[in-house]
Nanobody, 118 residues
Framework: QVQLVESGGGLVQPGGSLRLSCVAS????????MGWYRQAPGKQRELVAI???????NYADSVKGRFTVSRDNAKNTVYLQMNSLKPEDTAVYYC????????????WGQGTQVTVSS
């Protein structure tokens, strides 16, 4: 089993920045993909950004150039630096951990609310 604990959400004005963190614990494999998804009210959950254990990344078009995903493999932690936030970025952000070495996955965090409003 894997547990994911997110932190760093909150209320920020348009144009502001936030940094999300997610710590993974339990049966962690280094060969994995970690990342972030989000779900706004009335919408489906969507990919925001993911990063592999060797540093390969993938971003949603809507956040390219504004968000940066990174990870610290030694700390089993993934980060999401969010800059130039827009009201449409408002959503619950979920951390995700996935590896082909664990058939019980993928695993999700409990979610952290990000609200962008003036």
């Amino acid at each position: 089993q894997v547990q994911l604990v997110e932190s760093g959400g909150g209320l920020v004005q348009p144009g502001g920045s936030l940094r999300l963190s997610c710590v993974a614990s339990g049966s962690i494999f280094s060969l994995s993909i970690m990342g972030w998804y989000r779900q706004a009210p009335g919408k489906q959950r969507e990919l925001v950004a993911i990063i592999s254990n060797y540093g390969g990344t993938n971003y949603a078009d809507s956040v390219k150039g504004r968000f940066t995903v990174s990870r610290d493999n030694a700390k089993n932690t993934v980060y999401l630096q969010m800059n130039s936030l827009k009201p449409e970025d408002t959503a619950v952000y979920y951390c995700n951990y996935n590896t082909r070495l664990d058939s019980k996955g993928p695993y999700w965090g409990q979610g952290t609310q990000v609200t962008v409003s003036s």
